[in-house]
Every structure is written in C-alpha cells, then in structure tokens.
C-alpha cells in the first residue's frame, strides 16, 4: 500500500517558478515509476511526465519539455516536480501516481493516486 500527498502548489506570476514534492508513504516506494498528471476545469486530465524507479529515465509531455523537471529521493520517498517559465495554461490540479513501470503511467494507468495541489498561473 502506498500513500501519495502532495504539496508546493501555490499563486505564481508567469515567468515563475514553483516546486511540487509528492511525499509516499510505505516501504515499496521505491519499486515503483512515479508521474505527474494534471486537470484544468472543464479539461481531461493531462499526462504531464513520469520518472522511473530509479530516476534513470523520465518522460515528458511536449507543452512542459525544457521547463519541467522530475527527481525523486528514494531515501525519503519524495518525488519532485520543479516547474520553471510557468504559464497561465499551466494552471491545473497536479496529482502524482505511482505504477509499476512508466509504460503504464504513459497510458494513464496507475495503482495509486494522490489529492492533488493547485497551480495557480497569473498572466
């Protein structure tokens, strides 16, 4: 069992920054791919990227390539999300997931999910 809580989310001017922690709890943590997703109103929900277990490898979608990046600690169970040139269109709920591998975060798949943090992107 693994429990996903984010944090980080926040107001931000475009052209800021912010930076997104998914904290987990449970000893697999680090067995598992991590991604992040997030959902405007009135929107599906975006895949956004996904890192590996081991941090090795990370995806990420084209409208956040060159501003986002992912990291995780797997000696604190932390995966991160550093945000960067942020724009309005990046406003949205973030959640991170967890999968067994980021084949299935790519199709959307997860085993676990977290409540999201708001994003907020003043133009």
């Known amino acids: 069992q693994v429990q996903l809580v984010e944090s980080g989310g926040g107001l931000v001017q475009a052209g800021g920054s912010l930076r997104l922690s998914c904290a987990a709890s449970g000893r697999t943590f680090s067995s598992y791919a991590m991604g992040w997703f997030r959902q405007a109103p009135g929107k599906e929900r975006e895949f956004v990227g996904a890192i590996s277990w081991s941090g090795g490898v990370t995806y990420y979608a084209d409208s956040v390539k060159g501003r986002f990046t992912f990291s995780r600690n797997n000696v604190n169970n932390t995966v991160y999300l550093q945000m960067n040139s942020l724009k309005p269109e990046d406003t949205a709920v973030y959640y991170c997931?967890?999968?067994?591998?980021?084949?299935?975060?790519?199709?959307?798949?997860?085993?676990?999910w977290g409540q999201g943090t708001q994003v907020t992107v003043s133009s």
């Open positions: 997931a967890a999968a067994p591998n980021v084949r299935l975060l790519l199709r959307g798949t997860y085993d676990y």
